[in-house]
């Protein structure tokens, strides 16, 4: 059974395993490491008591950013923008990310020559840089957002086992297995939303409705998006999360705003 399918819960389950959340200890500490054996397994970020953050992401509201650019990635796929955490009202973090000592310059070498072999040609294939520069753009990314993930801290895994920068490939393999599972090619298509030519004339006969495409989505997970535009151009979908336990991610409601307007052009890719 797929890993993520088997931890999907609508809003109902949700609620009802949140009001059943205990406060728990803190995870034990051997040798100076979380023992996330002692997590537990129901916490719900950003809701009933604190855990600690070994086990639930303090930084608990993210949000998956997929990108429709009709010059890059398969001609059937949206690739990655980022997962980016944000605090639980939904605030931003800090530009700079939140650890500075992991601010590593050189983040396509860790991912090339990390522990997951197959995840720089998927990186390649499915999180492309619009500008050209693969390491700039997955730098940033890491440097960013993925330092803010409070779970991939160094200090939560055994130093037995842990390989030092681990957590960068970790992040990233999450991140790709995300965009997999809630591929918004697929939902669009189900509801019969396909690209099309770019649009010409003064009105176009070529173009789909806002509401389409957020129905389209909330049909394939029971949630709305949030839908980005240019101008007319669709660009970017973004779904929100909470996180279940360390890394079994949900989706919920959005926390954004859309900035399409009512009729939007979704144009195949070159």
Not at 65 to 89: E, I, M
């Amino acid at each position: 059974m797929n890993f993520l399918k088997l931890f999907i819960l609508s809003a109902p389950m949700l609620a009802a395993s949140a009001s059943v959340i205990v406060v728990q200890s803190p995870p034990e500490q051997k040798g100076g490491y979380r023992d996330l054996q002692t997590c537990p397994i129901d916490a719900i970020s950003c809701e009933g008591p604190a855990v600690d953050s070994c086990c639930s992401p303090t930084n608990g509201l993210l949000v998956m950013a997929l990108q429709w650019d009709s010059r890059y990635g398969p001609s059937d796929a949206f690739t990655v923008h980022g997962l980016w955490p944000d605090t639980c009202k939904g605030k931003q973090l800090p530009g700079g990310g939140c650890d500075s000592f992991r601010s590593y310059t050189n983040v396509s070498s860790i991912i090339e020559h990390g522990p997951d072999a197959k995840l720089y040609e998927d990186m390649n294939t499915y999180w492309p840089s619009n500008k050209g520069d693969n390491n700039w753009f997955w730098t940033h990314e890491w440097v960013k957002h993925g330092t803010c993930v409070t779970t991939l801290q160094p200090h939560c895994y055994d130093p037995e086992s842990y390989r030092p920068q681990q957590e960068v490939s970790e992040y990233f393999r999450k991140v790709l297995d995300l965009r997999a599972h809630y591929d918004i090619y697929k939902a669009l298509n189900s509801s019969g939303i396909v690209p099309t030519e770019p649009e010409s004339g003064r009105r176009p006969k070529n173009t789909y409705t806002l509401t389409q495409f957020k129905d389209a989505i909330r049909a394939a997970w029971g949630v709305e998006p949030n839908v980005k535009c240019r101008g007319r151009r669709m660009q970017e979908v973004w779904l929100w999360f909470k996180v279940m336990g360390r890394d079994r991610y949900y989706p919920v409601d959005p926390w954004g705003t859309d900035t399409c307007p009512k009729r939007i052009s979704y144009q195949r890719k070159s």
